[in-house]
């Protein structure tokens, strides 16, 4: 990953909790969260006293650094969402600029946390498809608008192998939002990964959110695995 490509853009715990229907037990679990980049996430689930670990490939940079890149690319992000406002719904962000508030909060949040979060092995430098952790070093591991949303950059390959390596490493759940790809389209990989994973024996289930901001991003995809190393019944 080269810093001059890099796009950071990070959403707040609000809008976790609604995409992932996070509840307060589910927050005291054990997380991890992977590509959570310059969200907000981390800090204030850490600051809600949480156990929360977060890789991105963009921790690799430093504090610094991710902060010229902030202020290098807001402007041009803010003129690409003017330009494509119908694609999201403006119901509980009212308007553009309203966003861009918000993103902007939670990434100052982030930046004023990352060095100490880093000490702290909070933000890890790591990529998909291959984690460090053992099996079953977390109760429920996320992934927010990075695997199934880049579908036209990250081939199927990757999507199963990041998924499978996901449930490896969570002992409970695993969950994915959004199910589209950039084109608000369902990922073209979605039901192969579903027969996949049934056939593994995970239990899949897709599952209605009360958020949706990008057009038809309301659903997340919950994978149980808390039966994993069970014997399946599902041979070829
Ligand atoms: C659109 S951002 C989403 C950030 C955050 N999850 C959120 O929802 O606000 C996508 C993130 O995926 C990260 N990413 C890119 N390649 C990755 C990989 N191979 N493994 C994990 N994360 C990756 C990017 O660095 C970026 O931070």
Request: glycine letters at 4%; a negative charge; hydrophobic letters at 35%.
């Amino acid at each position: 990953m080269k810093l001059e490509n890099v796009v950071p853009w990070g959403r707040n715990l609000e809008e976790y909790q609604k995409m992932f229907r996070l509840s307060k037990e589910d927050l005291q679990l054990k997380i991890l969260g992977c590509g959570d980049g310059p969200s907000s996430f981390n800090f204030e689930v850490t600051k809600l006293n949480g156990n929360i670990t977060s890789i991105d490939p963009i921790y690799q940079f430093t504090k610094d650094e991710i902060q010229i890149r902030i202020d290098e690319t807001s402007s041009v992000v803010s003129e690409q969402l003017k330009q494509n406002q119908n694609d999201f719904v403006w119901k509980s962000i009212k308007n553009v600029d309203e966003l861009i508030d918000i993103r902007l909060k939670a990434m100052n949040n982030f930046i004023m946390d990352y060095e100490n979060g880093k000490k702290e092995t909070r933000y890890i430098h790591q990529e998909l498809p291959k984690l460090s952790f053992g099996n079953d070093s977390f109760d429920l591991v996320l992934s927010s608008h990075f695997l199934f949303l880049y579908s036209e950059h990250f081939d199927l390959q990757f999507h199963i192998d990041s998924i499978l390596e996901m449930c490896r490493v969570s002992k409970k759940e695993v969950r994915i939002f959004p199910l589209l790809d950039l084109k608000n389209q369902k990922s073209e990989y979605l039901a192969q990964i579903l027969e996949i994973l049934e056939n593994k024996g995970f239990e899949t289930k897709i599952i209605k959110t009360d958020y949706e901001f990008q057009k038809g991003a309301n659903e997340l995809l919950s994978i149980k695995v808390h039966n994993k190393y069970e014997e399946t019944n599902n041979l070829p």
